[in-house]
């Protein structure tokens, strides 16, 4: 287990690249609401999460469909606490400043629960999820 947060790093870079892109996409593109947005770009970054992290990151042998199912649940629920916390944190230290616009605001928002998710992710995923056998879940 030598590394495992060196290989989530890069294993979140790809996600991350992926699901920002996602993200800022339907942002910009068709103009989907924050809340969506970062859910479907967060989602599309989860699939290719789970697959490079079970093998790349953790080497877990946990089985797919029960590792899958822990997966899920603390991806949501990180995501929740995460993307409500980045927003309302920048929404709190930015709301006197006029200058900058609420587009920037939201992209600044989505900047920071992606960092906040990425820390509380890491912990949960080596905790719950892809842990190995006889050690916590």
């Known amino acids: 287990m030598k590394f495992t947060f060196v290989r989530f790093i890069m294993v979140g870079v790809v996600n991350t690249m992926v699901g920002l892109s996602v993200m800022y996409l339907l942002l910009h593109g068709p103009g989907l609401s924050y809340w969506m947005s970062t859910f479907l770009g967060n989602s599309v970054g989860a699939c290719v999460s789970f697959f490079l992290n079970r093998r790349f990151t953790f ?27 980045g927003k309302n944190l920048i929404h709190w230290l930015l709301i006197n400043n006029n200058s900058i616009t609420s587009k920037v605001k939201t992209d600044l928002a989505v900047l ?20 190995k056998r006889g050690t916590l879940l």
């Open 59 to 85: 080497r877990s042998d946990v089985s797919v469909l029960k590792g899958l199912f822990r997966f899920v649940m603390v991806i949501l629920i990180c995501y929740f606490l995460s993307f409500n916390m």
């Open 112 to 131: 920071m629960s992606t960092f906040l998710y990425t820390m509380l992710n890491y912990i949960s995923q080596k905790l719950l999820v892809f842990h």
